[in-house]
């Protein structure tokens, strides 16, 4: 009787451990989701200089570079279910969407010299399914 005694107390008690290893672990993927969606969701709340907006673009691309996103043919990141983020921009001399990889390409000091004193706004943002962290932003000159 003492031995089903203890490995039922021992059997509640690893339940328990695993069930409050779990619930951590969902709380820190929470939490960094949090930061990480934050730290993108400060540029898209209100309008921002071109500055500010090549700031964001060199984020996206460490952080897509950092999380081993893969390019396609053309150059560009492949979306991913869970960590690729894409940047794209609208200028109003133009009715073109330029993605931030085309934008790095031609380097921050010059768009920063050509671009850092517009304002653009972010008009379209959308989140991965599955982690719900940022997927996708596009900013428009205003």
Same mark, same amino acid.
């Given at each position: 009787?003492?031995?089903?005694?203890?490995?039922?107390?021992?059997? +509640?008690?690893?339940?328990?451990?695993? +069930?409050?290893?779990?619930? $951590?672990?969902? $709380?820190?993927?929470?939490?960094?989701?949090?930061?990480?969606?934050?730290?993108?969701?400060? #540029?898209?709340?209100?309008?921002?200089?071109?500055?500010?907006?090549?700031?964001?673009?060199?984020?996206?691309?460490?952080?897509?570079?950092?999380?081993?996103?893969?390019?396609?043919?053309?150059?560009?990141?492949?979306?991913?279910?869970?960590?690729?983020?894409?940047?794209? +921009?609208?200028?109003?001399?133009?009715?073109?969407?330029?993605?931030?990889?085309?934008?790095?390409?031609?380097?921050?000091?010059? #768009?920063?010299? $050509?671009?850092?004193?517009?304002? #653009?706004?972010? +008009?379209?943002?959308?989140?991965?399914?599955?982690? $719900?962290?940022?997927?996708?932003?596009? #900013?428009?000159?205003?």
């Amino acid at each position: 009787m003492k031995k089903i005694l203890i490995i039922l107390i021992l059997l +509640v008690v690893t339940i328990i451990a695993v +069930v409050t290893y779990q619930y $951590n672990s969902y $709380n820190i993927k929470l939490a960094e989701t949090r930061k990480i969606n934050k730290e993108y969701e400060n #540029f898209t709340q209100n309008e921002i200089l071109g500055t500010s907006l090549i700031t964001l673009i060199n984020k996206a691309i460490n952080s897509n570079e950092k999380n081993n996103i893969l390019k396609d043919d053309k150059g560009l990141y492949k979306e991913n279910e869970t960590t690729s983020i894409r940047i794209e +921009v609208k200028f109003t001399e133009s009715d073109n969407t330029y993605s931030m990889e085309s934008i790095g390409r031609i380097g921050s000091e010059q #768009f920063r010299s $050509n671009y850092g004193a517009f304002s #653009f706004k972010c +008009v379209q943002k959308t989140y991965h399914e599955k982690t $719900n962290n940022i997927k996708y932003l596009l #900013f428009e000159q205003i």
